[in-house]
């Protein structure tokens, strides 16, 4: 038979893991479920099967870099939507604060503003990013993605990868 202090110690036990884990996730790691084909082949490039949730990629998400916004050209990062807080988007970022960065399919250069970055996915003909409501504030950021650690064939680290001819010296 199960004592009475046996059910409360598995309780408090069960409940201070919680907290803990808890802490951890919202202060400085996570794992979030990459969905869609925005930012194909570097994400779910398995997905056009009918099994797509079980071959999704996941990935950890990295939240120390918000203490200082320490961000660098490349990086992938989740962040808010501008429209839809509810909603989060993973993007990589091409332009970081006091840079030039060229629009494509235009002659035009904009300079990104103090606390904002630009940011495009992967597969440009699936995704909506900067290209359609310009720069993100870093405020909107939850954090840098650094490893995929789901399927297990794909385990390792995030490519930084720095689009050439994108960035601009005005």
Same mark, same amino acid.
């Given at each position: 038979?199960?004592?009475?202090?046996?059910?409360?110690?598995?309780?408090?036990?069960?409940?201070? %893991?919680?907290?803990?884990?808890?802490?951890?996730?919202?202060?400085?790691?996570?794992f979030?479920?990459?969905? %869609?084909?925005?930012? =194909?082949?570097?994400?779910?490039?398995?997905?056009?099967?009918?099994?797509?949730?079980?071959?999704? !990629?996941?990935?950890?998400? !990295?939240?120390?870099?918000l $203490?200082?916004?320490?961000?660098? =050209?490349?990086?992938?990062?989740?962040?808010?939507?501008?429209?839809? =807080?509810?909603?989060?988007?993973?993007?990589?970022?091409?332009?970081?604060?006091?840079?030039?960065?060229?629009?494509? $399919?235009?002659?035009?250069?904009?300079?990104?503003?103090? %606390? =904002?970055?630009?940011?495009?996915?992967?597969?440009?003909?699936?995704?909506?990013?900067s290209?359609?409501? %310009?720069?993100?504030?870093?405020?909107?950021?939850?954090?840098?993605?650094?490893?995929?650690?789901?399927?297990? $064939?794909?385990?390792?680290?995030?490519?930084?990868?720095?689009? $050439?001819?994108?960035?601009?010296?005005?």
């Amino acid at each position: 038979m199960v004592t009475p202090s046996f059910l409360w110690n598995f309780v408090k036990n069960s409940v201070t %893991g919680g907290l803990i884990a808890l802490t951890i996730s919202d202060r400085y790691t996570s794992f979030v479920s990459v969905r %869609g084909l925005s930012m =194909h082949p570097t994400f779910n490039p398995g997905t056009t099967s009918f099994l797509g949730s079980l071959t999704r !990629d996941r990935v950890l998400v !990295d939240k120390f870099c918000l $203490q200082k916004y320490k961000f660098s =050209h490349g990086d992938v990062i989740i962040f808010r939507s501008l429209s839809n =807080h509810k909603e989060k988007h993973i993007k990589r970022i091409i332009a970081l604060p006091g840079d030039w960065i060229r629009i494509p $399919q235009s002659y035009d250069a904009l300079k990104i503003p103090e %606390g =904002h970055c630009w940011v495009e996915g992967d597969n440009s003909a699936s995704s909506l990013d900067s290209r359609s409501f %310009g720069p993100i504030p870093l405020g909107l950021v939850e954090g840098r993605v650094t490893h995929i650690i789901w399927p297990p $064939q794909r385990v390792g680290e995030v490519e930084r990868i720095i689009p $050439q001819g994108r960035l601009s010296s005005y």
